[in-house]
């Protein structure tokens, strides 16, 4: 399987082979810091298998040992490499393929760090497109 993604303003293309190691929800404050959303969708692939084929990402180190990938024309997250934790592994941010539904969500990791609310955010009311006016 070839997965396809990039960022928001198309300067960033990469591309994964293979199958996803998982696909983990994660709650953690670094990821919703970096990119201001409640929670991150990453899917694990080995190093050998991402590679960028448009763009070149800029680096932040986000801390000691994490590298977080983004466009440095729109900010788009894309990537997070740990070596030290996760020697020889691309996490790739999920929401930012072509097709985000190819690769199913497995775990919410990190929950210790979860905001309080989207332990229940599931039984919110849901509208299609925008909830009507009032």
């Not at 300067?11 to 929670?39: F, N, W």
């Not at 991150?40 to 960028?52: I, L, P």
């Amino acid at each position: 399987m070839t997965i396809t993604g990039g960022c928001h303003c198309g300067s960033i293309r990469y591309q994964a082979e293979g199958a996803a190691k998982t696909h983990a929800l994660c709650h953690c404050v670094d990821c919703r810091r970096h990119s201001g959303a409640p929670m991150v969708g990453w899917t694990m692939y080995s190093q050998s298998a991402v590679k960028v084929t448009k763009g070149t990402p800029k680096i932040y180190k986000s801390s000691p040992d994490g590298r977080r990938h983004f466009c440095p024309d729109c900010g788009t997250g894309l990537f997070y490499i740990n070596e030290v934790m996760l020697p020889g592994i691309v996490d790739i941010q999920s929401a930012t393929y072509d097709d985000p539904n190819a690769v199913p969500a497995r775990a919410h990791i990190q929950i210790a760090d979860r905001i309080g609310w989207m332990a229940h955010a599931h039984e919110l009311p849901e509208f299609e497109r925008f909830p009507p006016q009032k």
